[in-house]
């Protein structure tokens, strides 16, 4: 969803708190405004949401573990005391070990054997990464489910808003790449703000030079 810059000139946070008085009450869960600007260039944006994740999971985990309607929840307690290693733990810290797996430099092998050996490991690593990120996705909505005490049948929406991209027009392409594979979800919202003229500038002047590498 691409939202024109305008509305948020007066404030940023506009979009965010308008969605989270509308829709949190009925369960749904808006992530920390995602600033592509803000990002290091030595950070992808990858790392960045992996980043807010960990909080994510940091939260929900305390909220969880002060909820006594959740003690019998197998899935975060045990014996009536709370898992630190319960299942949205454990499969956030996996993805994050596949995903950062990938920083490993195969060129660093002594023997060509080895490097290709590594490499396909590699490969191996960003396929699982991805299809264990979209089990994650609904791990963690079910998590929020939880947290927010919502009936059967009833699922969160979970909204990722990504502000002024047209300022950082390198990204934009990186931008567009990570929601397509990483957060194409049935619960997940991703909400773009930026001015549309140059948005869709940037967008066709990518065209050419991907085609042409």
């Known amino acids: 969803c691409l939202v024109g810059s305008e509305m948020c000139i007066r404030d940023r946070f506009t979009l965010k708190k308008m969605i989270r008085e509308k829709y949190e ?17 030595a950070c992808d944006l990858i790392s960045w949401i992996l980043a807010i994740l960990g909080e994510t999971v940091s939260e ?32 956030y810290n996996y993805i994050k070990e596949l995903y950062f797996s990938k920083g490993y430099d195969v060129g ?16 191996q690593y960003s396929y699982e990464f991805s299809q264990k990120l979209i089990m994650f996705w ?33 990204k934009v392409e990186e931008m567009l790449s990570t929601i397509v594979k990483y957060l194409s979800h049935p619960n997940i919202i991703a909400i ?9 500038s940037l967008i066709h002047i990518s ?4 085609h042409a590498q």
């Open 60 to 91: 929900l985990e305390k909220q969880i573990e002060r909820d006594i309607h959740l003690i019998h929840d197998d899935n975060f307690f045990q014996n009536c005391r709370f898992r630190r290693d319960n299942r949205l733990r454990q499969e």
């Open 138 to 170: 609904t791990t963690l909505k079910e998590a929020i489910a939880k947290v927010k005490h919502l009936e059967a049948g009833q699922e969160p929406l979970i909204y990722f808003i990504f502000d002024d991209v047209d300022l950082t027009p390198n």
């Open 25 to 41: 009450p009925f369960g749904d869960y808006v992530f920390p405004i995602i600033m592509p600007e803000m990002i290091p260039e």
């Open 207 to 210: 065209e050419p030079t991907r």
């Open 108 to 123: 660093r092998e002594k023997s060509l054997e080895a490097a290709i050996g590594n490499n396909g490991i590699q490969v």
């Open 192 to 200: 773009v703000t930026a001015d549309e003229e140059l948005f869709l």
